[in-house]
């Protein structure tokens, strides 16, 4: 499964952004997704993460502000991102947890 991130960008505090992964293969409705990020200096973390049934878990620091969603019928995760900070500056991967796949990145700065 190929893993490809979009929508990253720079952003001013209290902004909107909207992550797509676009997702290559036939497998991807039946597996578990996620968003993970990466701050300099800091470890990966999982944002949000969505069952293959659609059940939706987030992290509490983006909870209330950030939604995970996907469509099967375009092998498409979604992360909207709302009411943004400025720590939310990271680089966001999207990542297939049930076969282990990753994207490249995209990066989401929030500026104060």
């Known amino acids: 499964v190929q893993l490809v991130e979009s929508g990253g960008g720079l952003v001013q505090a209290g902004g909107s952004l909207r992550l797509s992964c676009a997702a290559s293969?036939?497998?991807?409705?039946?597996?578990?997704m996620g968003w993970y990020r990466q701050a300099p200096g800091k470890e990966r973390e999982l944002v949000a993460a969505?069952?293959?049934?659609?059940?939706?878990k987030y992290a509490d620091s983006v909870l209330g502000r950030f939604t995970i969603s996907r469509d099967n019928a375009k092998n498409t995760l979604y992360l909207q991102m709302n009411s943004l900070k400025p720590e939310d500056t990271a680089m966001y991967y999207c990542?297939?947890?049930?076969?282990?796949?990753w994207g490249q990145g995209t990066q989401v700065t929030v500026s104060s």
């Open positions: 969505i069952s293959s049934g659609g059940s939706t």
């Open positions: 990542a297939d947890r049930d076969f282990g796949s």
């Open positions: 293969g036939s497998i991807f409705s039946i597996s578990a």
